[in-house]
């Protein structure tokens, strides 16, 4: 199973700042994924990445942008911040071909005041 | 566009008793996988349970079953002897065959008493 690890777990910024979140997985897998997460709205896509140079959006891409530097790590950034992007970010990679699966990251917690 | 609804956005159950938690989905798909998610308070994703469609068989983990009813679009979850370590949000998924691109549900908090 894919080892997925997020960076920082935890974030205080102000608006207006950049700000960086940062995925790798351990595992070669080609499918990672960026997922948010609101009380009450449960988690929604942001944006996929199916290999290195393969990035989609997703449901709501509005406000952020991302980057594959590697297969390994895919990056999510928040050119500048806002207080309603306060939230926690997930990232995931795919887990067992044809299973649908997604193997999460620990969740990184940000919090933009 | 795929849709997943779950209706309970708490439940609460006394431990080693029996809870079932709702819920349901709209696709125009045949084919397809649902799951459910645990998120404990360590706020992890862990899956707990998938099902394939095209398995008419209902999924069983341990304490965990489904109740998968393909032409209600329904999927239900029961925990039996419930422990205190169920204590958690459940997210129901979907995604389509050949796509690990999933859609969630809202979440139910489940709370287990002693």
């Known amino acids: 199973d894919a080892d997925v690890t997020q960076t920082p777990r935890n974030r205080i910024t102000k608006t207006g700042k950049r700000i960086m979140l940062e995925c790798s997985q351990t595992?070669?897998?080609?499918?990672m994924y960026w997922y948010r997460q609101d009380p009450g709205l449960g988690l929604r896509l942001i944006y996929y990445s199916f290999d290195v140079k393969d990035i989609n959006k997703g449901e709501i891409s509005d406000g952020y942008s991302v980057s594959r530097q590697a297969q390994a790590k895919f990056s999510l950034s928040l050119e500048s911040a806002i207080p309603n992007q306060t939230a926690l970010y997930f990232c995931?990679?795919?887990?067992?071909?044809?299973?649908?699966?997604?193997?999460f990251g620990e969740g990184s917690r940000l919090t933009v005041l | 566009a795929q849709t997943v609804t779950q209706s309970q956005p708490e439940m609460s159950v006394q431990e080693a008793e029996t809870v079932t938690l709702s819920c349901t989905y709209d696709t125009s798909e045949s084919n397809y996988y649902l799951f459910w998610y645990k998120q404990p308070p360590s706020r992890q994703m862990i899956l707990v349970i998938r099902?394939?469609?095209?398995?008419?068989q209902n999924a069983t983990e341990n304490r965990f079953s489904v109740n998968f009813q393909k032409a209600a679009k329904s999927f239900s979850l029961k925990i039996s002897d419930s422990q205190l370590g169920d204590t958690a949000m459940y997210f129901c998924?979907?995604?389509?065959?050949?796509?690990?691109?999933?859609?969630f549900g809202t979440g139910t908090r489940l709370q287990v008493f002693p």
């Open positions: 099902q394939e469609a095209y398995k008419q």
């Open positions: 995931a990679t795919h887990g067992r071909e044809n299973t649908g699966e997604l193997f």
């Open positions: 595992k070669g897998h080609d499918r």
């Open positions: 998924a979907f995604t389509r065959y050949n796509t690990d691109k999933l859609i």
